[in-house]
């Protein structure tokens, strides 16, 4: 499996990259460094932006999130990985299941809960050996390779909101799924309108991925629609860094959410960032 090869670079590796041609567009977010707000507009209309925590930069550590955009024609996939800080090496299953679930979506063209399940348990053991190798303990400290082997025993995990939009022919409807576990925003405006109470009321922190267990806390969230063509569609995705989006409900311009990746008003951001708007 393709993902499975992208996983296993190292997050200096691959450097945040936005390439588009003939139709396609495809963003991979970095996690040793920032984004900018960014825009694209084809098919599909398309802002990013990605910051890490004022104390991992000033640390030259690693984000624990990770987010990637793929537009191919009339289809686009997403995926926005939150990683959890307490675990071990979060930004490590952040990066894997975000690349597994992102070539997944891309290559799955009727996704369902059924097979969805199944795919976060196939990853738990290819991920489970990844990380082994990661970071050997052999030679470290002894209280310190006691604390990160039972760290390690207990997996690493990832909170995540995935999802496929597809363009029917001459762009007349559209159909769109989401998968999702944990409490990263999901929020979507119809004709202006949000209608974002059914994400929140399963937005919840005690679910995730884990590469030791699979889902954690249940089963996976699913939404499903199909909307019309005369609709205004807008869908936006944000990490736990970005809370200060909850209480604004109009449209934010480019500049305004780059203040709140910047958060120069607070030293910087309290918690790694990442932000994936969509318009259709």
Same mark, same amino acid.
């Given at each position: ?34 984004? !900018? ?65 992102? $070539? ?17 348990? *196939? ?20 209280? +310190? ?32 799924? +989401?998968?999702?576990?944990? *409490? ?15 994400? =929140? ?10 590469? +030791?267990?699979? !889902? ?5 969230? #699913?939404? $499903? ?22 209480? #604004? ?8 959410? =780059? ?10 951001? $309290? ?10």
């Amino acid at each position: 499996m393709r993902a499975m090869r992208l996983a296993t670079l190292s997050a200096g590796d691959k450097g945040s990259r936005a390439d588009h041609y003939q139709g396609n567009f495809r963003y991979v977010s970095v996690q040793t460094g920032e984004q !900018p707000l960014t825009r694209y507009q084809g098919t599909f209309k398309c802002r990013y932006g990605y910051g890490r925590a004022a104390e991992t930069v000033n640390q030259g550590d690693t984000g624990q999130d990770f987010a990637a955009v793929r537009m191919n024609g009339n289809v686009c996939t997403f995926v926005l990985c939150d990683g959890v800080g307490m675990s071990y090496l979060g930004d490590f299953a952040a990066r894997f299941l975000g690349n597994a679930l992102l $070539e997944w979506l891309e290559t799955t063209q009727h996704p369902s809960l059924d097979t969805m399940e199944r795919l976060l348990h *196939d990853l738990t053991s290819p991920a489970s050996e990844q990380l082994e190798k990661l970071q050997p303990l052999e030679n470290s400290p002894v209280l +310190l390779r006691e604390v990160l082997m039972e760290k390690r025993s207990k997996g690493s995990q990832a909170m995540y909101v995935c999802g496929r939009i597809e363009l029917s022919a001459g762009n007349r409807k559209s159909k769109v799924w +989401l998968a999702w576990q944990g *409490d990263s925003r999901i929020r979507l405006w119809r004709n202006g309108q949000e209608q974002s109470a059914a994400f =929140q009321v399963n937005c919840r922190t005690n679910e995730r991925w884990s590469t +030791l267990e699979g !889902p954690v806390g249940g089963k996976p969230h #699913i939404y $499903e629609a199909k909307l019309s063509a005369n609709e205004l569609v807008r869908l936006q995705l944000y990490t736990d860094g970005l809370n200060d989006l909850d209480a #604004i409900h109009a449209y934010i311009p480019d500049e305004h959410i =780059q203040v709140l990746l910047d958060a120069r008003h607070t030293g910087g951001l $309290e918690d790694d960032a990442a932000f994936i708007e969509l318009e259709w």
